[in-house]
Nanobody
Framework: VQLQASGGGKVQTGGSLRLSCAASGSAFGDYALGWFRQAPEKEREFVAT????????YYADSVKGRFTISRDRTKKTVYLQMGSLKPEDTAVYYCAATRRRASGSYYYTIPNYSYWGQGTQVTVSS
Protein backbone atom coordinates (compact mmCIF):
# COMPACT_ATOMS: atom_id res chain seq x y z
CA VAL A 1 0.00 0.00 0.00
CA GLN A 2 1.33 3.41 -0.99
CA LEU A 3 -0.14 6.61 0.37
CA GLN A 4 0.28 10.17 -0.85
CA ALA A 5 -1.02 13.02 1.30
CA SER A 6 -1.70 16.52 0.05
CA GLY A 7 -3.77 19.62 0.75
CA GLY A 8 -2.01 21.20 3.66
CA GLY A 9 -1.46 24.92 3.94
CA LYS A 10 -1.89 28.02 6.05
CA VAL A 11 -5.25 29.21 7.28
CA GLN A 12 -6.59 31.58 9.90
CA THR A 13 -8.43 30.52 13.02
CA GLY A 14 -11.94 29.45 12.15
CA GLY A 15 -11.00 28.56 8.60
CA SER A 16 -11.23 25.29 6.70
CA LEU A 17 -8.94 22.97 4.78
CA ARG A 18 -9.37 19.64 3.06
CA LEU A 19 -6.61 17.07 3.09
CA SER A 20 -6.42 14.26 0.57
CA CYS A 21 -4.72 10.89 0.77
CA ALA A 22 -4.39 9.02 -2.51
CA ALA A 23 -3.93 5.28 -2.02
CA SER A 24 -2.52 2.72 -4.42
CA GLY A 25 -1.02 -0.73 -4.57
CA SER A 26 -3.65 -3.02 -3.13
CA ALA A 27 -7.32 -3.87 -2.87
CA PHE A 28 -8.55 -1.86 0.07
CA GLY A 29 -11.68 -3.73 1.05
CA ASP A 30 -9.94 -5.15 4.08
CA TYR A 31 -8.34 -1.89 5.17
CA ALA A 32 -9.01 1.19 7.21
CA LEU A 33 -7.34 4.46 6.33
CA GLY A 34 -6.73 7.17 8.82
CA TRP A 35 -5.18 10.50 9.64
CA PHE A 36 -2.71 11.32 12.36
CA ARG A 37 -0.91 14.51 13.26
CA GLN A 38 2.24 15.58 15.01
CA ALA A 39 2.82 19.05 16.37
CA PRO A 40 6.31 20.36 17.14
CA GLU A 41 7.80 18.69 20.21
CA LYS A 42 4.71 16.55 20.69
CA GLU A 43 3.95 12.92 20.04
CA ARG A 44 2.05 11.80 17.01
CA GLU A 45 -1.66 11.46 17.74
CA PHE A 46 -4.70 9.87 16.19
CA VAL A 47 -7.16 12.15 14.37
CA ALA A 48 -9.65 10.04 12.44
CA THR A 49 -10.06 6.73 10.59
CA UNK A 50 -12.53 5.30 8.10
CA UNK A 51 -13.04 1.69 7.10
CA UNK A 52 -12.83 1.28 3.36
CA UNK A 53 -15.58 -1.31 2.93
CA UNK A 54 -18.40 0.17 4.99
CA UNK A 55 -17.24 3.70 5.85
CA UNK A 56 -17.29 3.34 9.61
CA UNK A 57 -15.66 6.39 11.08
CA TYR A 58 -13.71 7.03 14.26
CA TYR A 59 -12.59 10.38 15.61
CA ALA A 60 -10.42 11.79 18.32
CA ASP A 61 -12.44 13.78 20.85
CA SER A 62 -10.46 16.89 20.01
CA VAL A 63 -11.77 16.99 16.43
CA LYS A 64 -15.29 15.60 16.75
CA GLY A 65 -17.83 17.94 15.24
CA ARG A 66 -15.15 19.92 13.39
CA PHE A 67 -13.45 17.34 11.14
CA THR A 68 -15.04 14.86 8.77
CA ILE A 69 -13.29 11.88 7.21
CA SER A 70 -14.63 10.35 4.00
CA ARG A 71 -13.48 8.19 1.13
CA ASP A 72 -14.02 8.02 -2.60
CA ARG A 73 -13.78 4.46 -3.87
CA THR A 74 -13.45 5.45 -7.49
CA LYS A 75 -10.54 7.77 -6.83
CA LYS A 76 -9.06 5.56 -4.09
CA THR A 77 -8.75 8.66 -1.98
CA VAL A 78 -9.50 9.46 1.64
CA TYR A 79 -10.33 13.02 2.62
CA LEU A 80 -10.16 14.92 5.86
CA GLN A 81 -12.38 17.98 5.80
CA MET A 82 -11.25 20.25 8.61
CA GLY A 83 -13.41 23.12 9.82
CA SER A 84 -13.42 25.60 12.69
CA LEU A 85 -9.67 25.28 12.77
CA LYS A 86 -7.75 26.35 15.85
CA PRO A 87 -4.08 27.17 16.36
CA GLU A 88 -3.73 23.91 18.30
CA ASP A 89 -4.59 22.04 15.10
CA THR A 90 -1.26 23.16 13.69
CA ALA A 91 0.76 20.05 12.91
CA VAL A 92 2.12 17.81 10.21
CA TYR A 93 -0.72 15.54 9.16
CA TYR A 94 -0.04 11.98 8.03
CA CYS A 95 -2.28 9.42 6.42
CA ALA A 96 -1.89 5.77 7.28
CA ALA A 97 -3.47 2.39 6.59
CA THR A 98 -4.16 -0.70 8.64
CA ARG A 99 -6.02 -3.95 8.27
CA ARG A 100 -9.66 -3.74 9.19
CA ARG A 101 -10.58 -5.08 12.63
CA ALA A 102 -13.81 -5.62 14.48
CA SER A 103 -12.73 -3.62 17.50
CA GLY A 104 -13.03 0.11 17.06
CA SER A 105 -10.45 0.78 19.73
CA TYR A 106 -7.86 -0.87 17.49
CA TYR A 107 -7.85 2.14 15.19
CA TYR A 108 -6.76 4.60 17.83
CA THR A 109 -3.38 2.95 18.30
CA ILE A 110 -0.55 4.19 16.14
CA PRO A 111 1.56 0.98 16.09
CA ASN A 112 -1.38 -0.85 14.51
CA TYR A 113 -0.87 1.10 11.29
CA SER A 114 1.61 -0.55 8.95
CA TYR A 115 1.58 1.85 6.03
CA TRP A 116 2.31 5.55 6.18
CA GLY A 117 2.39 8.38 3.71
CA GLN A 118 4.54 11.48 3.88
CA GLY A 119 3.20 14.36 5.94
CA THR A 120 1.53 17.55 4.89
CA GLN A 121 1.86 20.70 6.97
CA VAL A 122 -1.20 22.47 8.34
CA THR A 123 -0.66 25.83 10.00
CA VAL A 124 -3.47 27.71 11.72
CA SER A 125 -2.71 31.29 12.67
CA SER A 126 -4.51 33.24 15.36
Amino acid sequence: VQLQASGGGKVQTGGSLRLSCAASGSAFGDYALGWFRQAPEKEREFVATITWSDSRTYYADSVKGRFTISRDRTKKTVYLQMGSLKPEDTAVYYCAATRRRASGSYYYTIPNYSYWGQGTQVTVSS
